[in-house]
């Protein structure tokens, strides 16, 4: 499991004056830099190189967040497939667990635009980060 | 069906060149207006009042999405509940469907935090944009 | 003078009700594509032809934004250097002007990580867009 | 001086491979926090109490901001005036000064949509953190 604390900015609150929902994907991406250190080490991010795609994203809103206290963003690798795996993020605050959420990540080369199987040794270092 | 047509601003690109993942999350959020609209008609967007709150938001990647080209976002109801409705989007660039995504908004009483009815006259409004 | 029309979206309030500061930032940036395109028609945007790097910006808020009503950014060029020109935005909602600002942009090669004279045909296509 | 630590996320990055000029904004708001809890200690931001206006930012971009290593954010107040206070930022990373910036706020009713005087002792605790 991965740990981050994260603490929301004012314009992070909507006009309800609860955290909006769009931000908490910021902070998984965040959480997610571990993750992608595991493909990229230097996080050069060239696309030459570069083996990661998004395929899919979902969040369910089971409390409100507020910007008060700090937020704690618990990551875990759920699912470790062939040519994708799935990441599971949870967003905790005062004890609340508060957000949700997935993300389905594809192995994949940007120059022939293509899924492409994951290494192996790769799909070790995920499966150190399973969700017990 | 809401249609909008939004542009890519140069942040919303990432270091690989495409829409970062999380942006159509905001052209989706402003394509819902309309339906805001249903039930706060001046955008008043008073916690007293306001009636509406996410519950689950959920995205597929189909296609990637670049700066040049204009993007159309398509909008309908795709679910009416009794204390909640779903949202569907589409994001369309150059003929090709890009993003597709849900939205699940419950209605809700923010002075006793809890969900309440969609009163009839809002569902029928609602059901006049339903997913063919 | 370029101009282009914006909507706010429900999250880019924030708990005052008002449109946060940091907003406008993007419809400015959102308003520069069209001088991006000057520098590159095709808005291919890498990093070995790319010119163009941000020195500084600034923004005067004279009055609030609100979500209700469409802005209008209007966007000049205010001066035209030797490496660098500035770009001058407004935001206007209802009559109001609402945000000012400017932005400095360096006329930059990646490569060497040294700003370049601008060249002459840029430079007069910058001018046609000469504040009044 | 107040110091943060921030931690740049993918999609902060834009496809010059560099943190995008706005970004920067978020952390320095992040960076204000302490100094709202001064004027609304408990963080309740409720607009006929709150008291805080933003009337002028800007930033001078120094040097490129990168993904991989983290960003120390330091806050001063430079300057406390009748009905107005300025806050001056840095962003450092890796020994180098990348960006610096002003936020002038102004201390304002909202009921009344006017500046008001900021009180004494308010005065007194901004002073404390006056740029030496």
């Not at 929301?8 to 991406?29: K, M, Q, S």
Request: glycine share 4%.
């Amino acid at each position: 499991m991965f740990k981050i604390t994260v603490t929301a900015r004012f314009g992070d609150l909507d006009a309800l004056g609860h955290i909006n929902n769009i931000v908490p994907a910021t902070w998984f991406e965040l959480a997610r830099t571990p993750i992608l250190k595991i493909f990229d080490p230097h996080m050069s991010i060239d696309k030459k190189d570069f083996c990661l795609i998004m395929a899919h994203t979902d969040y369910d809103f089971t409390d409100q967040l507020y910007i008060k206290d700090e937020i704690e963003i618990r990551t875990w690798i759920s699912k470790v497939g062939t040519k994708s795996f799935t990441v599971y993020h949870e967003a905790w605050q005062q004890g609340r667990l508060c957000v949700k959420g997935s993300a389905v990540i594809v192995h994949y080369d940007f120059n022939i635009e293509k899924s492409t199987p994951i290494p192996e040794d790769k799909k070790k270092l995920l499966e150190d980060h399973f969700l017990a």
